[in-house]
């Protein structure tokens, strides 16, 4: 592991995050740690991920705008924030321009958020997004909180993605407490991650088709879903999965489902791949994909599905494996697809389904002869980091333990990151109607960015 606090020590933040852009670190998060500065690395050729301490400082992080084009503001602990700092800024005052607010209740059951959109007739020129209406201070609760109540927290930040906060929290206790699984343990924290990813693209999937119109598709799709998550019951006793991942082991047994679990793949996968045909020989839907929402700047650090999509290689899965991924992803880099628009984020999402299919049929679903049961909770002291790739894209975990308590925990997730993208690609010569549909191929979670 690397540690850079001596190099660091002095230099500004901007500097020091560009100076590690360029030597090919990932900056992974940017946080306040007793009256300082630290700035987390993840340095992808050798796998490590080390800390940075810029010094005392106010409470920075990178611009919305993502690296390496950094800005930097203070840090707001709690109240709205906003993307931009003004309609102006987006060069939608003139004459027959005006803001069409929408939120932070919207439609369905969408997550609060506030859009102020500079529009002239029906074209979009700009877009600001007020976010925090519902912050719930997840690090705040889980500091000086034992280990199963900071991962039950974690488990919590958003129901996207339980079984990868669970695994990205543990992952981080076990590497501060040194703290080993076996291979059949980590083999199916794998599969049980896989399992969450095919369900939750199934969810995206079928909003994006409902956002054009094919509702049938939409149904059929929202049916695979809920198949997956009736099988997630079946196998873990909750619909997402939420319960059995802990550090140093499980917390409850799993099934033995292999049967079953081949069985519901072998229909997921054919049915998918009917709806899947059916889509892509309907033009009313690829019309209203192509182009829309279209990524403007490739420099954008954006993560997941988003970032796949606009043609960034990134993929922990395969760039960093973790848990039991080395034994099941195979030799296939993850689908990719340069156009940067819904059409690339709806292909990569319906690759990314079919080689999560091929990664549960690798992985099975025969539990552990015997629980591996957590360690006791009531000691140990360090400092680890979890980093996984959620069905969003990179999950990054922090966490600092003094004697068997959580010190500190720090959380950068995927749609905290790919966030910034939304109102560059809202903007980018889209129109009111588009809106839906732009919205639906990104499908962001709120929650993970009100923190």
Not at 187 to 212: K, M, N, P, Y
Request: hydrophobic share 40%; aromatic share 6%; net charge negative.
């Amino acid at each position: 592991m690397m540690d850079h606090a001596t190099e660091c020590a002095g230099e500004s933040l901007p500097k020091m995050c560009l100076r590690a852009v360029d030597e090919g670190h990932k900056v992974l998060h940017i946080f306040p740690e007793h009256g300082s500065v630290r700035v987390a690395l993840w340095q992808r050729d050798e796998g490590s991920v080390s800390e940075c301490d810029v010094g005392p400082g106010p409470h920075a992080r990178p611009s919305r705008h993502g690296l390496p084009s950094l800005r930097f503001a203070e840090e707001q602990d709690l109240g709205p924030d906003t993307f931009t700092e003004s309609a102006s800024e987006l060069g939608v005052i003139g004459e027959g321009m005006h803001i069409m607010p929408l939120g932070p209740v919207r439609a369905d059951v969408a997550e609060a958020l506030r859009y102020e959109m500079g529009v002239l007739g029906d074209e979009i020129h700009g877009v600001s997004l007020r976010t925090g209406y519902k912050r719930r201070g997840v690090a705040q609760l889980m500091t000086g909180s034992d280990i199963p109540t900071a991962l039950a927290i974690a488990e919590r930040v958003t129901g996207t993605s339980n079984v990868a906060h669970a695994l990205a929290f543990s992952l981080a206790v076990e590497d501060a407490l040194d703290l080993a699984v076996n291979d059949r343990t980590s083999i199916l924290r794998s599969a049980l991650a896989e399992c969450e990813r095919l369900q939750s693209h199934l969810g995206d999937l079928a909003a994006l088709a409902a956002s054009t119109g094919t509702i049938v598709a939409a149904a059929d799709i929202y049916r695979l879903r809920e198949a997956v998550l009736r099988f997630g019951a079946q196998w873990t006793g909750h619909r997402y999965m939420r319960g059995p991942i802990a550090p140093g082991g499980w917390r409850s047994e799993l099934r033995h489902v292999t049967q079953e679990l081949l069985r519901l793949l072998d229909d997921v996968e054919r049915q998918f791949l009917a709806v899947r045909q059916a889509l892509d020989h309907t033009n009313s839907f690829l019309d209203r994909l192509h182009g829309a929402g279209r990524i403007p700047d490739r420099s954008l650090d954006l993560v997941g599905v988003v970032g796949r999509s606009a043609g960034l290689q990134e993929d922990v899965r395969w760039d960093r494996p973790y848990a039991g991924y080395r034994a099941v992803i195979g030799g296939r880099r993850p689908a990719a697809c340069a156009t940067g628009d819904a059409f690339g984020r709806y292909t990569v999402r319906c690759e990314e389904i079919l080689a999560s299919v091929a990664m549960l049929r690798r992985a099975g679903g025969d539990a552990p002869e015997t629980a591996q049961l957590p360690p006791a909770s009531g000691a140990g002291t360090g400092t680890g980091y979890g980093l996984v790739e959620s069905p969003r894209g990179r999950l990054f975990y922090r966490v600092a333990l003094e004697d068997g308590k959580v010190k500190s925990c720090r959380i950068r997730t995927a749609s905290s990151i790919n966030w910034v993208a939304v109102p560059f690609a809202l903007a980018n010569r889209n129109i009111l109607q588009d809106f839906p549909i732009i919205d639906a191929s990104f499908n962001l979670s709120v929650a993970s960015l009100d923190l």
